[in-house]
């Protein structure tokens, strides 16, 4: 026969006392924005002082040659690319160069060798000035930045900012007939047309650098060109790389 449990006796329950403590009325903390703890700031790139990382104005205008400004420059701390370089990438080319291409930045093989265009986009744009009847060192090639942004993202409004008068300098140094820009960037920072390329390519422009005026032709960056290999944009490449050599090769002023 089964055990048969009695029932356990009825709990009664408690009434609260008068004098217990009242529930707590505190609201949980707020969410508000306003009223979060604030997160730590982004660290501030401090440049260098002395006159090597961070050039001044006096010294660049104040270099004769191209050599000289290179000098000046080279050793350039003045923005956040430089602690991060392997090679600072000046630029190459003839001095007295009539065809000036203007790029964005140095890419991972500019960056290792120093040199400007030495990548596939770099070969590419070989073939472009050889298709013009041209060889490389007969153009002056450079670029808006001097170092290699981070995995070769767009150089920031004050990295541009604190690497242009380096190129401007350039620009009067070797006095080209016209310039041919390559990409978005050099178009923006250098010519100050934020358009998209794509609107702008094949359009003449003109960028004043100190007292002279110079013709800009802007078309596409090479690594643009081999992401698009289309008959498309091959053709409107080659029109206005044509129409930048038909310019210099025209009898009559430059300007």
Aim: aromatic share 6%.
């Amino acid at each position: 026969m089964g055990l048969v449990r009695e029932p356990a006796p009825a709990v009664q329950a408690t009434p609260p006392s008068r004098t217990s403590t009242p529930p707590s009325t505190t609201r949980p903390p707020s969410t508000h924005p306003a009223s979060r703890p604030a997160l730590p700031a982004a660290v501030t790139y401090v440049p260098p002082t002395d006159p090597v990382g961070c050039p001044t104005a006096g010294a660049v205008a104040a270099a004769q040659n191209l050599a000289d400004l290179q000098r000046a420059t080279e050793g350039c701390l003045a923005c956040p690319l430089g602690p991060g370089r392997l090679k600072f990438v000046f630029g190459e080319g003839n001095p007295q160069a009539r065809l000036m291409f203007v790029g964005e930045g140095p890419g991972r093989d500019e960056d290792q060798v120093g040199r400007p265009f030495v990548g596939k986009a770099g070969e590419l744009l070989d073939k472009m000035i050889a298709a013009l009847g041209m060889q490389r060192d007969q153009t002056y090639i450079a670029n808006v930045v001097k170092c290699r942004p981070p995995d070769n993202r767009t150089p920031t409004a004050e990295e541009a900012q604190a690497c242009l008068g380096y190129l401007h300098r350039q620009i009067e140094l070797i006095q080209p007939a016209v310039i041919v820009t390559l990409g978005a960037t050099p178009l923006r920072e250098l010519v100050g047309v934020s358009e998209g390329i794509t609107r702008v390519r094949g359009q003449w422009k003109r960028v004043k650098v100190g007292d002279r005026e110079i013709p800009v032709m802007p078309t596409f960056h090479p690594a643009y060109v081999l992401r698009q290999y289309t008959q498309e944009v091959r053709r409107a490449v080659w029109e206005d790389l044509k129409a930048a050599k038909d310019w210099i090769d025209r009898p009559g002023p430059e300007d």
